[in-house]
Structure formats: structure tokens, C-alpha cells
């Protein structure tokens, strides 16, 4: 399974089916996320107690989308010394 990661820690996933991507979100605010887009966004049974969300690529409305949920997962996995230089900065 590819994997990206920053500074060592993972902050994507590409599972094997090739139709979502796994990143990271905080566990509070995954309910609610999941809640409000149930198409796009879920979470695995065997992922339920990690900090992460699967993300539908076919429910993207473009790749705006995406590079904004990329850039928000990057920044919860980098140390704050990338934080000013890197994506979204």
C-alpha cells in the first residue's frame, strides 16, 4: 500500500482498491465530517479508534478538492518547523 509521509509520519494512505485515500483527521471532527458527506467520507470498522478517514475519490468535486484535504493532512503530520515553509503556507 503507497504510502507519504513527512518527516517520518504518514499523511496518506492509498489502499489497495485505488478508489479512496486514507488521511488524517482528528477524531472529533470525524463524526461530523463523515455526518455531513456521507459519499465522500467514512471510516473503516478496523480503523474506528485511529485518527484517520477514508476518502472517496469520485466524490471530489475536483482537484481543488483534493489538494485541500492533502495540504490539511500534510499539516497535521508535520512538525511545526515545516509548517511555514510547506503546503498551504
Keep these: 500500500m503507497p504510502t507519504f509521509r513527512v518527516a517520518g509520519k504518514m499523511y496518506i494512505t492509498v489502499p489497495d482498491d ?39 475519490l469520485a466524490a471530489l468535486e475536483g482537484l481543488g478538492e483534493l489538494r485541500d484535504i492533502i495540504v490539511d ?7 511545526e518547523r515545516l509548517l511555514d515553509a510547506g503546503p498551504g503556507a
Design 18 to 56: 485505488e478508489t479512496s485515500i486514507a488521511v488524517r483527521c482528528p477524531k472529533h471532527e470525524r463524526a461530523e465530517l463523515i455526518a455531513a458527506e456521507p459519499e465522500k467520507f467514512w471510516v473503516p470498522p478496523h480503523e474506528a479508534g485511529s485518527s484517520w478517514v477514508r476518502v472517496r
Design 73 to 79: 493532512s500534510w499539516q497535521q503530520a508535520a512538525p
